[in-house]
């Protein structure tokens, strides 16, 4: 695995994970003031249509990554609704 | 421009222009309590990555998109570290 490929490989498990810390949080605290509801509308919406590209394009990496990103967003997505 | 690269496309703007509302949104409210400080920290250096990711590999769209999510998840992470 060359340095380009583990930059890349880095950055994907990057901004998949860091929605993790955000749906814990949300779920403890059930405080979804601060966050914005077109934004995680927006990126749910983004993150399918990257799942959608990845199954086309038969990309493994992009599929599981945003398999992943799309549970987590879609979870605080739901909690914003629930506690807006 | 087929299907597949007009999906991608669009994915690759959703997920990029969404941090405009929060970004927006925190500055305008300054209530950054909801957000998750270890989200941001964790999502701006993943993104930070894909940005030498793309340089290396000369990738424009991808260049593009993860210089705009940049500096819109870095605006969020310094304003939440700042009303923390």
Known sequence: ???V???GSVAAF???IAFLPQTLKTIREKNT???SLH???LFTVGV???LIYGLYTVDIPIILANLVTFG???TILILKI???
């Open 5 to 7: 490929t583990i930059i």
């Open 14 to 16: 990057l901004t998949t």
């Open 1 to 3: 695995m060359n340095l």
């Open 48 to 50: 399918f249509l990257w």
């Open 39 to 41: 934004m995680y509308t």
């Open 82 to 84: 629930r506690y807006h």
């Open 33 to 35: 003031d601060g966050i």
């Open 72 to 74: 987590l967003a879609m």
